[in-house]
Each structure stands twice: as structure tokens, then as C-alpha cells.
């Protein structure tokens, strides 16, 4: 089961998803929230965090989680404090009850990561693409636009058409036809 334990939440704070499950995770862990207390009304235990990147707003909580549960964080940048364990693109990780692909998606930031499970039909997608086609944000320290746009083609490449959710960093999560909202994101951020 998916919660967006931010849904909800009036404060700048990125999605944070709790993944329940074999791997009980959270993917991000938001920002200027108590996500430890609410990821507490969910379960008593919490295995590992996964970070998408490192913006504040999605790792604003990881030292309250790394004391409240004494989790690593998995992320692709080793040499960032607040990453515990290296992601590697390509690397297969448990998340919940299925498996999950590493994939590097520079462009809004050079560590950032989608994680893919072509089982489960599922992309969470950070902050390279989100609902109505839009796409991250490429004017941020590391943003490059011709880069996140190699990164949303190998996203669309990876997932194919019959993707049916698409967990994003910010906004609703898509579960109609997500396949199309990575498409539309490529083709605004190629006019921009």
C-alpha cells in the first residue's frame, strides 16, 4: 500500500511516500512536517528511506527519522551526508512488496533518481515530471534543461505505455494514463 503521508499538509514540503509492506519504506521524507508521527499512525516499523534527491524540501526530515527508526537512506549521491548508502542507476531494491529499478534522472539535479517497478506498474517519479505534463524545475543549482530532457525520454523509454501510477514530488499523483503525462512533460520541456 502507497500513502502520501504529506497529503494534506499546509507547509513547503515535498511528497513523502510510505510504501508498506515486505520493505517498509518511505520514498522521501518531506519537509517542516512531524512525518515521524505520521508515519507512526501507519506502522510501528520503517526499514529504509529512498531519496529521489536532495532538495531541502525532500530530505528536510531524514535526520527525525534516521533517530526515530534508526533507518539508512539509499540515494545515488555516497558523498552527500544525509545519504547513507549509494543507489546505483540500474540497482534493484525492494520497496513495499515489489522490486524497484535505480534510475538516474539528472536535470533538476545531478543526483536525482526515478524508481521504477515494471510489476507493479509503478513510477515514483520525484521531481522530474508531475501531473498535466509538467516538469521540474531547471533554473536550481544543477538544473539543465537539455539534461532533464534526456532524463524524461529515458524515463518514457523505461516505463512503457501500460505504466499505471506515477507517484510525483509535488501534486496529485496520476493513475489515468500516466504514460501520457511523461509524454506531455517532454514535449513542454523541449518548447520552454
Not at 148 to 164: A, F, H, P, W
Amino acid at each position: 500500500m502507497i500513502t502520501n503521508l504529506a497529503r494534506g499538509v499546509d507547509v513547503f514540503t515535498s511528497n513523502t511516500f510510505l510504501v508498506t509492506g515486505e520493505t517498509t519504506a518511505l520514498v522521501d521524507t518531506g519537509a517542516n512536517f512531524d512525518v515521524v508521527s505520521a508515519v507512526r499512525e501507519q506502522t510501528d516499523e520503517l526499514d529504509r528511506v529512498y531519496l529521489t534527491h536532495t532538495h531541502e524540501d525532500h530530505v528536510g526530515n531524514v535526520e527525525a527519522v534516521r533517530e526515530a527508526f534508526g533507518v539508512e537512506t539509499w540515494g545515488y549521491d555516497p558523498d552527500n551526508p544525509l545519504v547513507d548508502r549509494e543507489l546505483a542507476d540500474g540497482e534493484t531494491v525492494e520497496i513495499g512488496d515489489d522490486d524497484y529499478v535505480a534510475v538516474h534522472t539528472p536535470g533538476h539535479k545531478d543526483d536525482h533518481l526515478c524508481l521504477y517497478s515494471r510489476d507493479a506498474r509503478t513510477l515514483f517519479a520525484g521531481d522530474l515530471v508531475f501531473a498535466n505534463g509538467s516538469f521540474g524545475r531547471t533554473d536550481l543549482e544543477e538544473g539543465h534543461r537539455p539534461t532533464l530532457i534526456d532524463s524524461i525520454d529515458r524515463i518514457r523509454e523505461t516505463v512503457g505505455e501500460d505504466l499505471d501510477a506515477m507517484h510525483t514530488g509535488h501534486g496529485p499523483s496520476v493513475e489515468d494514463r500516466p504514460f501520457e503525462d511523461i509524454e506531455f512533460a517532454g514535449n513542454a520541456a523541449r518548447m520552454g
